[in-house]
């Protein structure tokens, strides 16, 4: 008899999932066509350079739980490939031409880009969710997403290049709001899938090393071909610094001054959010280097002071930190959007952009993402979604079949089969 | 006292491996020369993709054995970087232009793909033969290969820009028959080694997620400049569907409504295949979707349903299973570009393909393949090649220095160092 | 109270790379700014190549210690993300325009470039340096670097596109002056440590197999466009060949015919460091051929035979091997390198490049590196440098949070905490 717990997917997710892909697939044949015209090329190598970060960056950077491998890169894939193709549809809904949207290699660019959102709030709910949750996250988020993209970029008129504010921030704090919703008490002390072990930490260094690589195709695929070599360059420095700060501060905040691989996995990569508003803007390297730096320091105490308070006081409980990667690095990025074109301002350059929309931008994209987040956190709070239990969190095996002798292996006890066990007779 | 069994390799591996590579680069001598006039250097990003593909994808997605990740990768990679000298050989022969053949970026990545059909047919009798099984199999594959390709794409005039038919169809059932005709009774029932671990699947999924995201540069590699924007948007749009179908599958088929890693590592490139034959003829993302959605379906239903049935039935026993990921999308994309080419005909559009000789080159394609691979079957059953028995099959231990922790480790047994004693004393 | 061996960083390392982020950032704020122009956006997809085999590709080929993995991938980001900050100052010092360094792609792929050196040297001292030795090595070696640059291609107008000398030839013979000095006769007999588990191999396969497949990248980065494609030609003939005679030679070097992961790993590379000099210069890939096979012939009797040497007989420990990968293939391209333009010479073509003047370059190349690393070495000799015990050395756990589970696991035993305690009492 199934509990309000139960687990088992086979029809729910399954039906839910083709239902989905029929749908998407009725609606690309009514509105979806190729772009003619100029084919932007060039751009192939940064979509390319983006689709490693979305599905090895991501996927990879989360497989840091000891068991929770399978269902962080494997859920990621699901989020992303499902997602790409209702991002297609939701950003092109505001730009469509004859009532037809037009896809071309910036348009695959800008659909990954919409799967990150979601993949940034998966995050914070990380081992916490169901499939099937993740699915309906997946849609909201990336419809909400679009809508406050068009209203940033379309009526405030900001500027956004690498997406600090409309991403980064956007998906943490989403994330954040439907953590605070769907809050457990029974996960307010650490659970004991929650950690890592050697190997899971090298595998989520393959997930953080692709992203900070290709950070500078990131926050350059959609600039102008004109500025798209500054935003390259400064994004390559700004990410180097806040690496270097990264080692300096995890050494320091450290009680015997080791290094943390959560703050190597994570911090290093604040200089690529942070910079990405005005990556295109900047007139200094040095500039970029100081935006790197100072998101590294944000970052790093982030993890080591803010999480835990946010986990303990606000009932927020952020599995992959990714408040102090996406979250106040994305914030950073929007408030350094405001200071750049305010400078530009007053030293007669160009009025495009202006402080006022930037900090507009800002302030709208947070505000959207906490109700959206709080919104879809309540729809996700339906008990019959597959949500695990507390006990079984963190834990690839309700979802996924997961080989015998890992069982042994990682658990040091057969309690999967037990677990299953249990499930199976609630 | 060496058997017939006998799996020393030190002479004639060596000797062997030596002597190719001798006779390659004197062929190359007599033979290969730059291509001169217009460079392609717009294609090396999209060779460099191809590229990651056959190494690292190939790869890494055989790691899934718990004790044969040494062999997957590392005899992929012995197969790849032989293989592409050969290839570039035996498909320069078919394109001389006054005796010479004419090396450029776009050989490179023909060359790149000649290997793949190896790699593919390696994935059928992976862990059941011998390196110079495998450099046999190479050399005789890729010589009949570039026999089809020639007869496909020269006689028949069919198109297969992504190469469904001549590379993923053909490596799959050359593979099959090799297979069959290697069949060992002593393999019927599932080997104690085939089986994967937790963190097998892991780096198998690097290898599936390198292949994923980089499967549009394989498609639209050899497209036209005009076309080449359609085949990476279709074959984007196709693996999205073939992966959101496949995990739908996936929990549909399991009694109880997991996930299945073979399937998220396989069956979500299916779309891949499948699209490969018309990435660049069709007219409408939403025909690549419903391309990849079928595949998906497939290939799912292939993993579960026939794979056990060939082995048991058929005495075709596929360790990767390349037949529900190469071979049935191969046949359906190779279907695909029949059906277009007779749509786009009666439409009044270019008469270039015709219906009648994609389902000849089809045909043609899968009829070589079976013959092919059971001559090159027949010749690897000579007994002096070094071949595993039955009880050491599926393990690298055979063919590789293992480290002695991990031989506690993995093997829970000292049963390696056993082995190699009774190996000795033979 | 700290003993002459203290390893905790706490204060140490944290405030020294934060000073030299700072003096990093105010000397960009002086000296740097965007070049204008013509922008070379082609390079990207190049840049990004090289970027992929700096972070990823050193990073993971050194994972392959069992313990050291942590360190292998972290340090190699701190050096790189360090380095190519200094290496553009270092760099860009030599050709200032205006009195100010003028940074785009192609100064960033240089700036990489110059990390590689220190990556290289990193490898001979693995598992034996702390992080404050690293950045001091990095600063020392990038701009000792530099100059030699200058004085190779500057003064003597060699040519060496693919930096066989300046940087493979240098960074080894560089970090192996180094590690005569930082001689510790308690680590003649091979540390418990130093070696390798089943799954730590695959992940140093993952930094092999991105390091073996962009080669053809970094061999054409700098070339001219002209000749650009050619050095791509020449890398991937050469890297397939040195591939193949590495596999025959390292069954034909086994008492019992293996495969040795160690020199799959590297050797199979030692084909892109030898033909890097004058892969633009050949006008045969038959050529290439020739300088991959005679690399991968060096490459492994280097491993089999001279390493244990070097170790036993001249006290120069070389943890990765690096003599064998970078050493000697690198001094092979240089001889290729004068050879080839000699014969050029002879034939009458351009005396741009004179075998003189590459001569000198090899030998001022080597000289400097050695000297340099000897004093280099003689400087991270100062006590205070937070350097482990012989007893620690390969080992995270002195610079790194450590997950718990994984050192019951690999470790066998509880000696990591033992170890901590014993270094905080000392």
Same sequence: chains 1, 2, 3.
Avoid at 175 to 202: C, I
């Amino acid at each position: 008899m199934p509990s309000a717990l139960d687990t088992n997917m086979r029809f729910k997710f399954s039906i839910f999932a083709l239902l989905l892909q029929v749908a998407i697939t009725v609606l690309f044949g009514i509105f979806v066509k190729y772009k003619t015209g100029r084919q932007s090329e060039g751009l192939h190598p940064l979509f390319q350079d983006v689709h490693v970060m979305i599905f090895v960056g991501f996927g990879f950077l989360m497989t840091f739980l000891k068991k929770y491998g399978f269902s962080s890169v494997g859920i990621n894939m699901l989020i992303a490939a499902f997602g790409l193709q209702w991002g297609t549809l939701m950003q092109g809904f505001w730009h469509m031409e004859d009532g037809k949207i037009c896809v071309d290699i910036n348009s695959m660019i800008n659909a990954d880009f919409s799967t990150a959102t979601a993949l940034i709030s998966f995050g914070a709910v990380l081992g916490k969710t169901s499939p099937v949750q993740m699915l309906i996250l997946t849609i909201l988020e990336i419809t909400i997403f679009a809508c406050n993209e068009h209203l940033v970029t379309g009526i405030f008129q900001a500027t956004d290049v690498g997406a600090s504010m409309t991403i980064h921030a956007f998906g943490a704090y989403f994330g954040l709001a439907v953590s605070l919703v769907l809050y457990r008490p029974g996960l307010k002390n650490k659970h004991e899938n929650e950690e890592s072990t050697y190997h899971s930490d090298l595998f989520a260094m393959i997930g953080a090393l692709f992203l900070w690589i290709f950070w500078p195709s990131f926050n350059s695929a959609i600039a102008s071909d004109s500025d798209r070599t500054k935003a390259i360059i400064n994004t390559y420095y700004s990410l180097a610094a806040s690496t270097v700060v990264t080692f300096a501060l995890s050494s320091l905040v450290d009680r015997t001054g080791k290094f943390s691989m959560v703050l190597v996995q994570n911090a290093t990569l604040a200089g690529g959010v942070a910079v990405g508003t005005c990556a295109d803007l900047l007139n200094h390297p040095f500039a970029a280097m100081c935006i790197g730096a100072i998101a590294g320091i944000i970052s790093v105490l982030g993890f080591h002071f803010l999480t835990p308070v946010l986990a303990s006081k606000l009932n927020i409980h952020d599995t992959c930190g990714v408040h102090n990667l996406h979250g106040l690095p994305g914030v950073l990025g929007g408030i350094a959007g405001i200071v750049v074109t305010a400078i530009q301002r007053t030293s007669g350059k160009s009025a495009l952009h202006t402080p006022g929309m930037q900090a507009a931008a800002l302030g709208s994209t947070i505000g959207i993402a906490l109700a959206g987040g709080a919104l879809t956190g309540a729809i996700l709070k339906l008990p019959f979604l597959g949500q695990a239990s507390d006990k079984n969190c963190f834990d690839d095996s309700i979802y996924w079949e997961v080989p015998e002798e890992e069982k042994l292996h990682v658990g040091h006890s057969n309690n999967y089969d037990e677990q299953s066990r249990f499930e199976a007779t609630m």
